[in-house]
């Protein structure tokens, strides 16, 4: 499945609702949240994902009220291929 990060700016969020949408995130079955890279000071955070399709992640984060401001499709390079 395609692998996806997405870019997130919201310093006026609090962790509570942080915490009560990652609730909700963890039982999406279109799209799969893999984890969270969490800069609290400046809320800045970068959510890795697994989807089929970036759309799939939008009508997620629209329908949750969840804002973003940039979806990329990646690829994973582990260091352990050149070992």
Do not use: N
């Amino acid at each position: 499945m395609p692998k996806f990060l997405t870019f997130h700016c919201e310093p006026e969020k609090t962790w509570e609702k942080l915490e009560e949408a990652y609730k909700q995130l963890a039982k999406e079955t279109t799209a799969v949240w893999i984890r969270t890279y969490y800069q609290r000071e400046k809320g800045r955070r970068i959510c890795e994902w697994d989807a089929p399709s970036e759309e799939s992640i939008i009508v997620i984060f629209k329908r949750m009220g969840i804002t973003w401001d940039e979806i990329l499709q990646v690829e994973e390079i582990l260091p352990m291929r050149w070992r």
